[in-house]
T-cell receptor, first 113, second 113 residues
Framework: DQQVKQNSPSLSVQEGRISILNCDYTNSMFDYFLWYKKYPAEGPTFLISISSIKDKNEDGRFTVFLNKSAKHLSLHIVPSQPGDSAVYFCAVPSSYNTDKLIFGTGTRLQVFP | DAGITQSPRHKVTETGTPVTLRCHQTENHRYMYWYRQDPGHGLRLIHYSYGVKDTDKGEVSDGYSVSRSKTEDFLLTLESATSSQTSVYFC????????????FGPGTRLTVL
């Protein structure tokens, strides 16, 4: 039973436009959320995170939004660039104050010129 | 970039043979992790270590064992490989165990025929 779901396996966006990647979770006890980015033939790299006490966290072109009532988080990339083409995973710690992560299935983003 | 290497990077083996994957770090980080990545599942934690000789199971540990006799090396062993263990394996390290601070290696692609 997937506790963290990314229902869109792929997304294609034109350069300069906004990319929105979505993630749903089932456990309301999750209190910290992360996004990782993965290029082909490389390991994932940490991108941005958000605590459940916030509803938004911004880092440059990347913003993560958290809607606790809907158990939903989203990653916005504005403006999208070709170098953003990668697989994006959302992740949550499996329980409070733990480093053991549960990952979503990933969304492959392609940014075309 | 965090100093993490994985060896081998690619391996093809036959069902029933033992396989050992090595993760080596030069960062002297305390925490180390083994994940596998499969289509439709994202990344799943196999085993992790919170210090030399201190290891514990993740969510998909059946069929795998680990050892950590030195801070810098974390070995993942498939005692008798099965086709279901065909996957890409990632090692990760963390200095503090905080979820934001997991740095991943480049991965090992294992094919079990």
């Amino acid at each position: 039973d997937q506790q963290v779901k990314q229902n869109s396996p792929s997304l294609s966006v034109q350069e300069g436009r906004i990319s929105i990647l979505n993630c749903d979770y089932t456990n309301s006890m999750f209190d910290y959320f992360l996004w990782y980015k993965k290029y082909p033939a490389e390991g994932p790299t940490f991108l941005i995170s958000i605590s459940s006490i916030k509803d938004k966290n911004e880092d440059g072109r990347f913003t993560v939004f958290l809607n606790k009532s809907a158990k939903h988080l989203s990653l916005h990339i504005v403006p999208s660039q070709p170098g953003d083409s990668a697989v994006y995973f959302c992740a949550v710690p499996s329980s409070y104050n733990t480093d053991k992560l549960i990952f979503g299935t990933g969304t492959r983003l392609q940014v075309f010129p | 970039d965090a100093g993490i290497t994985q060896s081998p990077r690619h391996k093809v083996t036959e069902t029933g043979t033992p396989v050992t994957l090595r993760c080596h770090q030069t960062e002297n980080h305390r925490y180390m992790y083994w994940y596998r990545q499969d289509p439709g599942h994202g990344l799943r934690l196999i085993h992790y270590s919170y210090g030399v000789k201190d290891t514990d199971k993740g969510e998909v540990s059946d069929g795998y064992s680990v050892s950590r006799s030195k801070t810098e090396d974390f070995l993942l062993t498939l005692e008798s490989a099965t086709s279901s263990q065909t996957s890409v394996y990632f090692c990760a390290i963390s200095r503090t165990g905080h979820p934001d601070e997991q740095f991943f290696g480049p991965g090992t692609r294992l094919t079990v025929l």
